[in-house]
């Protein structure tokens, strides 16, 4: 009988964690629900459990990650039948919680059995992934696990060897990404950990080599940080592959580490061995590198202070952003301007606004005013721009031919109103809409 994957998911969007054979209360509220009974193949599945672990379990979540159930159903093995992991903890009377057990269950032709069952000393599953990390059109099995130590997490790599499953690999993380680096087409495994007793942090990339997954390289990152924002896979410009790291440096301020391979092995051009840190990509601001021109290039934030803003950084303070790719040796700048976070849309500025013009924000209309910015005095001068967001509800009651429409996206009216025409920095409406643009 060939288990098809698309059968055995529809069937397992109606299990939940627990059985209903288990006749005491459990603390965690998210069993407190009662699931409706199994059906399809995924009741053989369970049963097969069942028959091996007994009822007075309790079945474990991934808290994170792309597959967020207590079972995964996919091809481990190559030999186009899908086996089944389960993960789960046995209960005791007192209701202690046992370490995790991995449990594989393997079809036979006429029924499921469970055919290995690895016990780990984890409190919780942090996330589960598949990955041909060996290059032979077979996928492995990722398990994170959460430790007891805080933000620590194990991860262990298994391969499917017949009826059992074989560790690979077991190593310490906060983080972890699996994506080509090296360009071999196959999947390697960057490890990212942060050890702030030691203010240190690096990211470790692992790769097949000589059948085995071997340490390729250790790249160092800022490890004065406070802990990691967004990790992003992308490339540089000359189309090398690389991991972009965002942490957080205090409350208001970012960097941007970056990891790709050089020479063979994994580098960070950012990280500065003297000061330990990554002083290049600091920035007074909480905003993530991304693709912001929508170019398939990831570019990353640089911030100043806008004209008439204090220098130290606070909640009021508008920044004038400059968005950098990087070619593996240089930066090139992508745009400039003034960026609204809250509704996804800048306003690019020219060379000439950009130390002769600011911003005045009106957060409560969803409104930026955008005014001359005089040098000597230190005021703000004549206004040249109005941008407003408007609902589609509001914009209805809006009535101006002074008023154009730059945009309508996802319930939303971008709306733009030239305010001056008789200085050296009057727009034409031409030039709004080139300056204007949604990310």
Same mark, same amino acid.
């Given at each position: 009988?060939?288990?098809?994957?698309?059968?055995?998911?529809?069937?397992?969007?109606?299990?939940?964690?627990?059985?209903?054979?288990?006749?005491?209360?459990?603390?965690d509220p998210t069993n407190l629900i009662s699931p409706p009974k199994a059906s399809?193949?995924?009741?053989?599945?369970?049963?097969?459990?069942?028959?091996?672990?007994?009822?007075?379990i309790r079945m474990k979540y991934p808290t994170g990650g792309e597959n967020t159930?207590?079972?995964?159903?996919?091809?481990?093995?190559?030999?186009?039948?899908?086996?089944?992991?389960?993960?789960?903890?046995?209960?005791?009377?007192?209701?202690?919680?046992?370490?995790?057990?991995?449990?594989?269950?393997?079809?036979?032709?006429?029924?499921?059995?469970?055919?290995?069952?690895?016990?780990?000393?984890?409190?919780?599953?942090?996330?589960?992934?598949?990955?041909?990390?060996?290059?032979?059109?077979?996928?492995?099995?990722?398990?994170?696990?959460?430790?007891?130590?805080?933000?620590?997490?194990?991860?262990?790599?298994?391969?499917?060897?017949?009826?059992?499953?074989?560790?690979?690999?077991?190593?310490?993380?906060?983080?972890?990404?699996?994506?080509?680096?090296?360009?071999?087409?196959?999947?390697?495994?960057?490890?990212?950990?942060?050890?702030?007793?030691?203010?240190?942090?690096?990211?470790?990339?692992?790769?097949?080599?000589?059948?085995?997954?071997?340490?390729?390289?250790?790249?160092?990152?800022?490890?004065?940080?406070?802990?990691?924002?967004?990790?992003?896979?992308?490339?540089?410009?000359?189309?090398?592959?690389?991991?972009?790291?965002?942490?957080?440096?205090?409350?208001? +301020?970012? %960097? =941007?580490?970056? *990891?790709?391979?050089? &020479?063979?092995?994994?580098?960070?051009?950012?990280? #500065?061995?003297?000061?330990?840190?990554?002083?290049?990509?600091?920035?007074?601001?909480?905003?993530?590198?991304?693709?912001?021109?929508?170019?398939?290039?990831?570019?990353?934030?640089?911030?100043?202070?806008?004209?008439?803003?204090?220098?130290?950084?606070?909640?009021?303070?508008?920044?004038?952003?400059?968005?950098?790719?990087?070619?593996?040796?240089?930066?090139?700048?992508?745009?400039?301007?003034?960026?609204?976070?809250?509704?996804?849309?800048?306003?690019?500025?020219?060379?000439?606004?950009? +130390?002769? %013009? =600011?911003?005045? *924000?009106?957060?409560? &209309?969803?409104?930026?005013?955008?005014?001359?910015? #005089?040098?000597?005095?230190?005021?703000?001068?004549?206004?040249?721009?109005?941008?407003?967001?408007?609902?589609?509800?509001?914009?209805?009651?809006?009535?101006?031919?002074?008023?154009?429409?730059?945009?309508?996206?996802?319930?939303?009216?971008?709306?733009?109103?030239?305010?001056?025409?008789?200085?050296?920095?009057?727009?034409?409406?031409?030039?709004?809409?080139?300056?204007?643009?949604?990310?």
């Amino acid at each position: 009988m060939k288990i098809r994957l698309a059968a055995v998911l529809l069937c397992l969007s109606f299990v939940l964690c627990s059985f209903s054979s288990c006749n005491y209360i459990i603390s965690d509220p998210t069993n407190l629900i009662s699931p409706p009974k199994a059906s399809g193949e995924m009741y053989y599945i369970q049963s097969a459990l069942t028959k091996y672990a007994g009822s007075n379990i309790r079945m474990k979540y991934p808290t994170g990650g792309e597959n967020t159930s207590a079972f995964l159903i996919t091809d481990l093995d190559g030999d186009a039948i899908d086996e089944a992991v389960a993960f789960y903890t046995r209960v005791s009377e007192d209701e202690s919680v046992a370490p995790v057990h991995v449990n594989l269950l393997k079809y036979d032709g006429e029924q499921w059995k469970s055919t290995c069952d690895i016990v780990v000393e984890a409190g919780s599953i942090d996330r589960v992934s598949t990955a041909d990390l060996t290059g032979d059109g077979i996928n492995e099995l990722l398990i994170g696990f959460g430790t007891y130590t805080a933000s620590v997490n194990k991860l262990v790599a298994y391969s499917v060897n017949k009826s059992s499953l074989t560790e690979i690999l077991n190593d310490e993380y906060n983080e972890f990404v699996l994506t080509d680096l090296s360009g071999n087409g196959f999947d390697e495994l960057l490890l990212i950990n942060y050890k702030p007793a030691d203010k240190k942090a690096y990211a470790k990339l692992y790769s097949f080599l000589d059948r085995q997954l071997t340490l390729k390289g250790t790249a160092p990152l800022d490890g004065n940080i406070g802990g990691f924002a967004s990790i992003t896979t992308g490339r540089l410009t000359d189309g090398t592959a690389a991991v972009f790291i965002d942490s957080y440096k205090g409350v208001t +301020s970012m %960097v =941007t580490d970056l *990891v790709f391979i050089k &020479n063979g092995v994994p580098v960070n051009p950012f990280y #500065d061995e003297l000061s330990t840190e990554n002083q290049m990509t600091l920035r007074d601001s909480v905003i993530t590198c991304r693709d912001i021109d929508g170019d398939g290039l990831i570019e990353i934030p640089f911030t100043s202070v806008m004209q008439g803003y204090q220098t130290n950084a606070s909640i009021d303070t508008a920044y004038l952003y400059t968005w950098m790719h990087y070619d593996g040796s240089h930066f090139g700048k992508v745009c400039v301007g003034d960026f609204c976070f809250e509704h996804n849309y800048a306003v690019r500025f020219s060379a000439a606004w950009q +130390s002769n %013009v =600011t911003v005045v *924000v009106d957060g409560t &209309n969803n409104m930026r005013s955008y005014r001359v910015w #005089d040098q000597v005095t230190g005021t703000t001068g004549a206004e040249l721009l109005r941008t407003r967001v408007y609902s589609e509800a509001e914009f209805a009651d809006v009535k101006s031919d002074e008023i154009m429409v730059l945009e309508r996206n996802k319930g939303k009216v971008y709306a733009a109103r030239i305010v001056d025409t008789g200085t050296e920095y009057k727009l034409t409406e031409s030039d709004v809409r080139n300056m204007f643009f949604t990310f």
